[in-house]
């Protein structure tokens, strides 16, 4: 299925070679590119994937994470940013971000990324990644520790923290993908949580890994 993706970026040269990655990558197409998070709510297509950057004209990216989400309730949305600050990865998770890239990551890894947000993943450059870990542990002080999860759902749930993908983790862990979205699943269940990235808050602030 080809994954059809919005672009919000305030820079013309950027947006435009983002718009040109997906419209020349197979699988992908651009179903709108916009300045302004205020344009983007005009876009008549329903995308999968929102590419959205944090200093934006008027409304920020992080402000415009929950307009986003209530006028596309069902897409993901992935940060591409120049910001690998804590202040900005924790806001943007908290406002119900999915993924955190920064716009250095290369065009391969951005499109891997975006197929991975669509179905539930939670990409982040592996700066930011460690950023959060880092954020989390620092000011939220650890709770006791339960025997919620299993090993392996903690081994793989270290494996989201630290940037994997469910492809990825599932080759590193030589499993099967769909037994990874099954641990993924039942973590779900367990921390009664509902995304990869609410999962991984809970998981660092209760000190469950």
Request: proline residues 5%; aromatic residues 8%; hydrophobic residues 40%.
């Amino acid at each position: 299925m080809i994954k059809k993706v919005l672009v919000i970026e305030d820079h013309p040269e950027f947006r435009e070679s983002l718009y040109y990655i997906l419209q020349s990558s197979e699988g992908f197409t651009c179903c709108g590119k916009y300045f302004s998070v205020e344009d983007a709510l005009n876009c008549k297509q329903k995308p999968d994937v929102v590419l959205l950057d944090i200093n934006l004209p008027g409304i920020s990216g992080i402000e415009g994470i929950p307009k986003l989400k209530e006028r596309f309730p069902d897409t993901a949305i992935l940060m591409l940013t120049v910001f690998d600050d804590s202040d900005s990865i924790f806001k943007s998770i908290l406002a119900g971000a999915d993924g955190y890239l920064l716009k250095t990551t290369q065009p391969r890894r951005l499109l891997e990324a975006i197929e991975d947000v669509a179905i539930g993943g939670c990409p982040m450059s592996p700066s930011v990644a460690r950023q959060a870990l880092n954020f989390f542990r620092k000011y939220f002080p650890a709770a006791p520790k339960e025997n919620l999860l299993t090993d392996r759902e903690k081994e793989i749930l270290q494996l989201v923290i630290d940037g994997y993908n469910n492809d990825d983790i599932g080759k590193k862990l030589f499993i099967s993908i769909q037994t990874v979205r099954n641990h993924i699943r039942h973590i779900y269940e367990k921390l009664h949580v509902h995304s990869k990235s609410q999962a991984v808050v809970k998981a660092i602030r209760e000190n469950l890994i």
